[in-house]
């Protein structure tokens, strides 16, 4: 069995887009992307095809890496935005070499975090994960909260609620630089996304970054900087007075005092969780 590997990039996009929906047929989730939501993912999700990595036996492609590299800061950090073999090729141990050749590009690259997300029931991607180095930093809530949920919102009194794009800089010292990758408030700006601060007295004493679908009122809560007023920060900025539909997406359960929050006041876990792992 002759295995060799190539960049994404050197697919043709129907290559690409048949290698994709064939790598995850029969996964947890199965990535039913149409061709034109394939080929935009790239730009969307920060994913690069000169980056990724694909995986060939006897000159057929079977596997992939999909991956990109953004700076945050001064670091330069990784995501590994899907991994996928085709279903004649799994349980052969293949990925483990499909996943060193990956690591060697981004570290030609000079990437200094590698960083990737698995679903929390994917107990054999999570092993691969671990054997090829990963550590488990932390798991990441679903919650969803529907319609109204208060009659009233409470009163402000003492603060003020201010917003600003997700892309302000502002975002980079509230939010944690080693957040996951579709959650730092870089990546806000593609969705349309804000990050909502609570003040008093000028000082910023917490901030949730979302994202609102001004076309059908939805929205979606990424991060949250937990201090004093967080329950009423949320309430306000997640609309909770108004018949919407809200969601986490990744939220880290490290907020459990929002978690608290949300939970006591309408929301439901969604049913599925997501690992962060950790280079």
Known sequence: MAITYKRFSELTYEEGHALFLKGFEGYFIPMKLTFDQFTTRFGNEGLSPALSVVALEEGVPFGFVLQGIRKVGEMKISWNGGT????????????????EEAERVLLENGVTLQTLEALSQNEPAIALYERMGYSLTETLRFLSGKGKLVDELPPLRSFTIERVPAHHPIGETIFPKEAPWQCIPSHGPR???????????????CAVLLRKNYATGDITLFQVSEGEGIELLLAHALEMNEEVNRNTYNL????????????ANGFEDAGISQVLMHK
Do not use: N, Q, W, Y
């Not at 969705?191 to 000028?202: C, F, P, Q």
């Not at 359960?253 to 939970?263: P, Y």
């Open 252 to 263: 880290s359960e490290k907020c459990d005092r929002s978690i608290a929050f949300l939970m």
């Open 84 to 99: 996928g073999i085709i279903p004649s090729h799994r349980g052969k141990k293949l990925a483990i070499g499909m996943m």
């Open 191 to 205: 969705a349309g996304g804000e990050i909502v601060l609570l003040k008093k007295d000028e000082a910023v004493t």
